[in-house]
C-alpha cells in the first residue's frame, strides 16, 4: 500500500495550511515504518490519503472497522462512495476537496455510508497534504463514528422535547420561567389557566404584576427572587392576582436556576392554586373552633353539675346537724347521729375539693406549670397505702382490690403526682368495674416500673379508647356515670413528664387495663 508518508521530505515545512510531511531523509527505516505502524493499527480513527482527485490512497485499520471496506477493495476508489446518493448529487465531496485546496482544511459532522449501505454519523477531518514546497500532493482524511453520541444528543434532545411538551401542557400548575431580572420567559397551559394571560400578553413582562399593589409596594416580588437567589430556593403562600384583577391564595416556589459555572441564568417558578384547598381549611378551622366552643359548654354544663352534686347532700346535712343542735339543750345530744352526718359532709366538701383540684391542674398543665417534686419513693408501698386508702369504697362498691407488688420498686418520682396517678386509675375501676374484681399490679420490667389497673367492668368501645386520655372526653353519658373527664388526661400528663407513658387495653363489656411504664428518674441530685 503507497501513501504519501512514503514520500521523504527534506527540509521544514512551509507555512501554507494543510500538514507536511515531516520525516525526513535522516529517518532511519525503523521510525518511518513505526509511524506506518501505528497509523495503520489505529482502530477507533478512519485515517486515509486520498490523491489528488480524491482516490483512496491509503486505508488503516481502523478505516477498514469503521466503513467496512477493506483495503485491497477500496485503494484506488473515489472517495464519494462513502457519501450519501444526495450529498454526491449537490456535489459536496468535490466542494469539500476544493475548500480543502483554498484553505488547507475542512471539518464537518454529517452521516456518511459504510460498505454495506448503512448510514453512520461521521466526525470529518480533511486535511491537504502538501510537500515542502508548497505543492499539493494529496489530502489526508480522518473520520471517526459518532453515531452512538449522535443518538445520544437525539434521544436528549426528544426527551428534552417531550419534557418541554409535557410542562406546557401541564393544567394543575402554573410552571414559567423568568430570567434573571424578574421578566416571565416562558408560560404554561396552567399559568394562562391560573393566571388568565395568553403567553404573548405576558412574556416580557415582569413577575411582580401578580402580586397584589400592597405586596408590590413593600417591595415583596424583589425581596422573593432575592431570596432564592441567595438561598437556592424561596417558597411561601400568599395572595395573587389574575389578570382580571380576582385574588387567589397561591401556593408558590421560585427556583435560582445557576448555568455550571455558578451565574444566575434565572428563576423556575411554580404556582398552585390553592384557594379552595384555604376556604376548605378555613371551613375546618372554623368547624373546629365550633366543636371547642360546644366541647366548652358541654363541659361548663357537666362541670356545675358535678360541683353542684356533693353540695345537696352537704346543705340536708349541715340543715340537719342545725336543727339537732338547735332542738337539743347540750346533755341530750345524739352524739352518734351527729358523727355519722359531719362524716357525710366531710366526704362531700372533700369530692368537692377534689373537682376543683382537677379543674386547677388542668389549668397549670395548659399554661406549662406542671411542675414535679422527685423524692426517692417506693412505688409498692405507696400502691398498698392507696389500696388500703380505698378499701371502704371497694367494699361500698362491691368489688375486691387484689394487690400484686411482690417486692420494692424505688424510683424519684413526685409522691404527691403518682397518688393521684393511683388514685385516679383505681377510682376509675371502681366507677366502670363496680361488683367485680380488681386488681393491681406493681412490678419492674426491663429496667421500667410497670403499673397496671385492671378491672372486669364495662370496658370501652375500640373507637373510642384513642381519646379517653383527651381533656374532657368521656366514653359514658353523664347520665349514668358523674365525672368531669379530667382524670385520664391528668393521668397521663404525669406519667409523661415523668418521662412515662400509660396505655390502655380494653375490651367492651370485659373490662380494662390501665398499665403506666416509668423509667426509675434521676437522683433528685442530677434532676
Ligand atoms: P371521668 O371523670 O369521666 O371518669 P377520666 O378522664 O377518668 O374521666 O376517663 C375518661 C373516660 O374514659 C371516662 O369517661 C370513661 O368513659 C372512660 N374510662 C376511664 N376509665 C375506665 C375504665 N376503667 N373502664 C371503662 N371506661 C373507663
Redesign the pocket.
Known amino acids: 500500500m503507497r501513501s504519501p508518508l512514503d514520500d521523504r521530505m527534506e527540509s521544514e515545512p512551509p507555512g501554507s495550511g494543510g500538514i507536511t510531511y515531516a520525516v525526513s531523509r535522516d529517518n532511519s527505516p525503523d521510525v518511518d515504518a513505526q509511524l506506518r505502524l501505528l497509523i495503520d493499527s489505529v482502530r477507533d480513527y478512519a485515517i486515509l490519503t486520498l490523491d489528488l482527485e480524491g482516490h483512496v490512497s491509503s486505508w488503516n485499520a481502523g478505516a477498514e472497522r469503521i466503513k467496512g471496506y477493506r483495503a485491497e477493495e477500496i485503494l484506488g476508489q473515489h472517495f464519494s462512495r462513502f457519501y450519501p446518493p444526495d450529498d454526491v448529487a449537490r456535489g459536496k465531496p468535490q466542494a469539500e476537496l476544493e475548500l480543502v485546496r483554498r484553505e488547507g482544511r475542512f471539518e464537518e459532522e454529517g452521516w456518511r455510508l459504510r460498505k454495506d449501505g448503512s448510514r453512520f454519523w461521521a466526525s470529518v477531518v480533511i486535511t491537504a497534504l502538501r510537500d515542502t514546497q508548497g505543492v499539493m500532493r494529496g489530502f489526508g482524511k480522518v473520520t471517526r463514528d459518532f453515531t452512538e453520541r449522535k443518538l445520544a444528543q437525539e434521544r436528549l434532545l426528544q426527551s428534552e422535547e417531550r419534557f418541554r411538551l409535557l410542562v406546557e401542557s401541564i393544567q394543575d400548575y402554573a410552571i414559567y420561567m423568568l430570567d434573571p431580572e424578574g421578566r416571565v420567559t416562558t408560560w404554561n397551559a396552567g399559568a394562562e389557566r391560573i393566571k388568565n394571560y395568553r403567553a404573548e400578553e405576558i412574556l416580557g413582562q415582569h413577575f411582580s404584576r401578580f402580586y397584589p399593589p400592597e405586596d408590590v409596594a413593600r417591595n415583596k416580588p424583589q425581596r422573593a427572587l432575592q431570596q432564592a437567589a441567595e438561598e437556592g430556593r424561596f417558597e411561601e403562600e400568599a395572595w395573587r392576582i389574575r389578570k382580571d384583577g380576582t385574588r387567589f391564595w397561591a401556593s408558590v416556589i421560585i427556583t435560582a436556576l445557576y448555568d455550571p459555572q455558578g451565574t444566575l441564568r434565572g428563576f423556575a417558578k411554580v404556582t398552585r392554586d390553592f384557594t379552595q384547598h384555604k376556604q376548605t381549611q378555613e371551613r375546618r378551622e372554623l368547624e373546629m373552633l365550633r366543636d371547642a366552643v360546644l366541647a366548652r359548654d358541654e363541659f361548663l354544663s357537666v362541670a356545675s353539675h358535678e360541683l353542684k352534686t356533693p353540695l345537696t347532700p352537704l346543705q340536708l346535712k349541715l340543715t340537719s346537724l342545725l336543727r339537732v343542735v338547735e332542738g337539743h339543750p347540750e346533755a341530750t345530744l345524739p352524739v352518734g347521729r351527729l358523727a355519722r352526718d359531719l362524716d357525710v359532709a366531710r366526704r362531700q366538701v372533700r369530692k368537692l375539693a377534689d373537682l376543683i383540684e382537677d379543674l386547677l391542674d388542668v389549668s397549670r398543665i395548659s399554661m406549662g406549670q406542671l411542675r414535679l417534686d422527685r423524692t426517692p419513693i417506693d412505688l409498692t408501698a405507696l400502691a398498698r397505702e392507696v389500696v388500703t386508702r380505698y378499701t371502704p369504697q371497694a367494699v361500698q362498691a362491691g368489688s375486691t382490690v387484689e394487690l400484686e407488688a411482690p417486692a420494692p420498686i424505688p424510683g424519684n418520682w413526685d409522691r404527691g403526682r403518682m397518688e393521684q396517678v393511683l388514685t385516679?386509675?383505681l377510682?376509675?375501676?371502681l366507677?366502670?368495674?363496680a361488683g367485680k374484681p380488681i386488681r393491681v399490679r406493681v412490678r419492674m420490667d426491663s429496667g421500667l416500673a410497670l403499673l397496671t389497673?385492671q378491672?372486669e367492668?364495662?370496658?370501652?368501645a375500640p373507637e373510642?379508647q384513642p381519646r379517653?386520655?383527651e381533656r374532657f372526653?368521656?366514653?359514658?353519658s353523664e347520665r349514668n356515670?358523674?365525672?368531669?373527664?379530667?382524670?385520664?388526661?391528668?393521668?397521663q400528663q404525669i406519667v409523661e413528664a415523668h418521662g412515662g407513658i400509660v396505655q390502655?387495653r380494653?375490651t367492651l363489656g370485659q373490662?380494662?387495663s390501665?398499665t403506666v411504664l416509668l423509667p426509675p428518674g434521676l437522683t433528685p441530685k442530677e434532676d
Open positions: 385516679n386509675l377510682t376509675n375501676a366507677k366502670y368495674g389497673v378491672d367492668g364495662i370496658g370501652i373510642k379517653v386520655f372526653v368521656r366514653a359514658v356515670y358523674g365525672g368531669l373527664g379530667l382524670g385520664l388526661f391528668i393521668t390502655v380494653s373490662g380494662s390501665f
